[in-house]
């Protein structure tokens, strides 16, 4: 059995109009001190800032799901921004062209159902609600939609 856990933070933006957030990089580096300190063995990934781009994060979360055995456990830690339509916001994401430069749950939907891993274990500490705004990405539409997230969820499966 292998362990993957993944530690993503994003504070700062390369679009200037995107709000920062002072403690998601420290929230990865924690949690990354953590996986490291308790989890002898276990591939740890950190990405933090301008290394958390849209393609990092992606390709990050693409391949380590897609590569998992069945006797494997993949911890994945997001803290950064959400958009109100189920979206994570990287780094170089540019509010005047959301679809392009974000991470959309139906998209980490797909790669959870689609994984071998035994256990998938994601903490998402964002905001997806625009009654919370401090970690919600303000100005940008909001979808009337309910996104279709549901295969996030399962057997194995904890958000």
Do not use: W
Request: glycine fraction near 8%; hydrophobic fraction near 45%.
């Amino acid at each position: 059995m292998t362990i993957f856990a993944t530690s993503i933070g994003v504070g700062k933006h390369s679009d200037k109009s995107i709000r920062e957030l002072v403690g998601a990089r420290r929230d990865a580096l924690a949690l990354d001190a953590l996986f490291r300190d308790t989890m002898p063995g276990a591939v740890c990934t950190l990405l933090t800032d301008a290394d958390a781009t849209a393609t990092a994060i992606l390709n990050t979360m693409s391949e380590t799901l897609q590569n998992s055995g069945t006797d494997d456990v993949v911890i994945f830690c997001f803290s950064g921004h959400g958009t109100p339509d189920h979206r994570l916001v990287a780094y170089d994401t540019s509010v005047s062209n959301l679809d392009a430069t974000t991470i959309p749950m139906l998209r980490l939907s797909e790669l959870f159902r689609t994984s071998k891993a035994r256990a998938i274990f994601t903490i998402l500490d964002c905001c997806f609600s625009g009654n919370a705004p401090a970690k919600v990405l303000e100005g940008v539409p909001i979808t009337r939609a309910i996104a279709p997230i549901a295969g996030l969820a399962g057997e194995g499966r904890i958000i």
